[in-house]
């Protein structure tokens, strides 16, 4: 029984055929337990010594089925490794990262501008009340003027803001009185425009102010330049022209000199050398006044500016509607910047 065990043992090539081999030789039906079983029918001179040549078959199986599987273990193992080698001197594959949107990155360098200058940077509500975005900027509901931003109404009194001004009622209101107030608020705008390649029904506006006691016209100028020289170069200069918003009186359009080709005038300036990039004036008496603050004892200038616009200039882009499609070739090109 032993010598024909160790035979076939020694022919297995698979786990498989050593575990059938197993149960074939020591399993509850193999012939040792047989042998074993039948031990009762021996006499008690046999018993020990067949007992003991059946252990001695038993524990030499054992030792070579012990033997087998742990060659078997070992090969799979090495198998495995084989397998499943990394070789640590590929080059990796590249991760992916985004980039800011050119539009934020314009934002950004805005926001951190005026940060320079002791400006707080707020947000405020898309959704906005008529009056923050009207009435509190003095443009009462039969005022002409409302016809110069055809709006999106979501009921008589709530609309989506036309304008970041309603930051100017909103912030007087929350500091109660209190003086300086100094702010930038970015954000979303809405109007019902035709889109097309210098108009869009949503943009962004940046809007700006400053009350304090003795603001005067020359804070303005002065903050604006320096503001447009940090942005667009040292070199850049500004000029005002009178305009009309019946918040800030008096009222300017503020344009700079043509950074894109030194002043000199070429398509972008229209060949005037100029380019309009905001409005901006004194805050009204009376905004002053609705919102709390007496206009005898402080004044304040304001300002609005596009930053889609003020992109569009730095950048060359042609097409207000290349910052809202997300087309990554247009993207891709402000990625390092
Ligand atoms: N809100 C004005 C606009 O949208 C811009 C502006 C802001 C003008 C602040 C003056 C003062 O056109």
Not at 83 to 112: F, W
Not at 296 to 315: D, H, T, W
């Amino acid at each position: 029984l032993k010598q024909e065990a160790l035979r076939e043992l020694a022919g297995v090539s698979s786990q498989q055929e050593l575990s059938e081999l197993r149960i074939k030789y020591l399993g509850k039906k193999g012939p040792l337990t047989e042998i074993l079983r039948g031990m009762g029918a021996l006499s008690a001179e046999e018993r020990p010594v067949i007992g003991q040549v059946a252990n001695d078959v038993r524990a030499a199986i054992e030792a070579v089925i012990e033997e087998k599987q742990a060659a078997f273990t070992k090969a799979e193992t090495e198998q495995r490794l084989q397998a499943e080698t990394i070789d640590v001197t590929l080059p990796g594959r590249p991760l992916p990262v985004g980039a800011v949107h050119p539009l934020n990155k314009v934002i950004q360098e805005i926001e951190d501008v005026f940060i320079g200058m002791g400006f707080t940077v707020e947000e405020g509500p898309e959704v906005e009340t008529d009056y923050y975005n009207f009435e509190a900027l003095n443009l009462p509901k039969d005022h002409p003027a409302r016809d110069m931003q055809d709006s999106f109404y979501i009921t008589d009194e709530i609309l989506m803001r036309t304008q970041t001004s309603p930051m100017q009622p909103r912030m007087m209101e929350r500091l109660k009185g209190a003086v300086p107030v100094k702010f930038i608020s970015p954000g979303k705008v809405y109007r019902r425009d035709d889109d097309d390649a210098t108009h869009s029904h949503q943009f962004t506006q940046i809007e700006g102010l400053v009350i304090d006691k003795g603001i005067r016209m020359s804070d303005l100028k002065g903050t604006l330049l320096q503001f447009v020289r940090e942005l667009f170069g040292q070199r850049t200069q500004i000029r005002l022209r009178p305009s009309f918003f019946p918040f800030t009186e008096p009222s300017v359009e503020v344009d700079v000199s043509c950074f894109m080709c030194g002043g000199s005038g070429c398509r972008l300036c229209k060949h005037t050398g100029w380019i309009e990039i905001l409005g901006a004036g004194m805050v009204h008496p009376r905004v002053l006044e609705m919102s709390g603050y007496d206009p005898v004892q402080v004044s304040g200038f304001a300002f609005g500016m596009g930053p889609e616009r003020i992109a569009m200039l730095k950048y060359g882009i042609d097409d207000i509607r290349n910052f809202y499609n997300n087309d990554l070739r247009f993207l891709r090109q402000f990625a390092h910047l």
